[in-house]
């Protein structure tokens, strides 16, 4: 059965770091679009980023709200994929959620999903 586990949320002041990690097992994160989306209190839940298959994990995307901010990545050897998220801001305060897709990419990312990870950013 698979399984996405996020860690590496917390309470951070605005402007700093927090790198978001998922795990997967029975899944292998180089073969799937792997995403990372969020859903604020009383908001929808919205795409954030997400990495394509293969080799070269393309195609990225990310959301206008966090271009130049954040940065999706994997590490294979560790079948985990991380979000770094760089100049927090309180409007990112939402659960993170991880995702996983054979098919489909960016925000149409939809097979598999993690629990979820509080990330609260104070100003």
């Known amino acids: 059965q698979v399984h996405l586990v996020e860690r590496g949320g917390g309470l951070v002041q605005a402007g700093a770091s927090l790198r978001l990690s998922c795990e997967a097992s029975?899944?292998?994160?180089?073969?799937?679009?792997m995403g990372w989306f969020r859903q604020a209190p009383e908001k929808e839940r919205e795409f954030v980023a997400s990495i394509g298959p293969g080799r070269r994990g393309s195609p990225k995307y990310y959301s206008d709200s966090v271009k130049g901010r954040f940065t999706i990545s994997r590490e294979d050897a560790w079948n985990t994929v991380y979000l770094q998220m760089d100049s927090l801001k309180p409007e990112d305060t939402a659960v993170y959620y991880c995702?996983?897709?054979?098919?489909?990419?960016?925000?149409?990312?939809?097979?598999?999903w993690g629990p979820g990870t509080q990330v609260t950013v104070s100003s």
């Open positions: 995702a996983a897709d054979l098919q489909r990419m960016g925000p149409t990312i939809d097979d598999y």
């Open positions: 029975a899944l292998t994160v180089s073969s799937y679009n």
